[in-house]
């Protein structure tokens, strides 16, 4: 029965997830809270490692999620819930895309999900500030602040927004957070 609560779950998040790895987040959030597979310190853990391995990151936390909840076995019903949506409506959209490609609602309905799937990322964006550089959970309002944290989110944003660092790859940016979460890591 887990199975197939697990891939519904997962099913629903591929359906309405429109944006991206990070717009499955808002989701996660609610398949935590409601089922408790997974806690918010393990959700922070699912998009540190999905952000920093191949493949798509809702792909990666679907099967990390799913694993966490009942090992390899939930990790490929999730993956597969995960991604059933998707592969449904692009085989459905195919077949029928060339004949809708102009029409004005289709175009309508594109041009309202944009603002719907910067939404859902924003959402995302301002949860994992929330639990990472501020260290709260979701009911929480300020109590304190990681400042080791939020200097590396502020030296880094400082470090690619006036280019300093354009011609590293962002490997080197991935192993340089990792060093430095391993060296203060051990001071806690």
């Known amino acids: 029965m887990i199975y197939l ?14 944006g991206g790895g990070l717009a499955t987040l808002p989701f996660l959030y609610d398949i935590s809270d409601r089922f408790g597979w997974f806690t918010e ?4 853990d699912m998009i540190a490692i999905s952000e920093s391995t191949p ?3 809702g792909i990666n936390m679907s099967t990390y999620a799913g694993f966490l909840t009942t090992n390899v076995t939930g990790a490929v019903v999730a993956t597969l819930g995960l991604i059933t949506p998707s592969v449904v409506i692009v085989i459905l959209i195919s077949r029928v895309l060339s004949r809708f490609q102009n029409d ?3 175009q309508a309905v594109f041009y309202g ?20 550089l501020l260290q709260l959970d979701q009911e929480q ?4 602040v990681d400042w ?9 944003f400082i470090l690619m927004k006036y280019r300093l660092t354009k011609h590293l790859h962002p490997i080197v940016f991935i ?6 979460g391993i060296l203060f890591g051990m001071g806690s």
């Open 5 to 18: 609560q697990l891939f519904y779950e997962f099913f629903k998040t591929g359906l309405f997830a429109v």
């Open 41 to 44: 310190s393990q959700l922070a």
């Open 55 to 57: 493949g798509a990151i």
């Open 104 to 106: 004005q609602r289709v």
């Open 113 to 132: 999900l944009r603002p719907a799937s910067t939404a859902l990322i924003a959402s995302a964006g301002l949860s994992v500030m929330s639990m990472d």
């Open 141 to 144: 309002l300020i109590e304190r």
């Open 148 to 156: 080791m944290s939020l200097a590396l989110a502020v030296g880094l």
């Open 175 to 180: 192993l340089i957070a990792a060093g430095i």
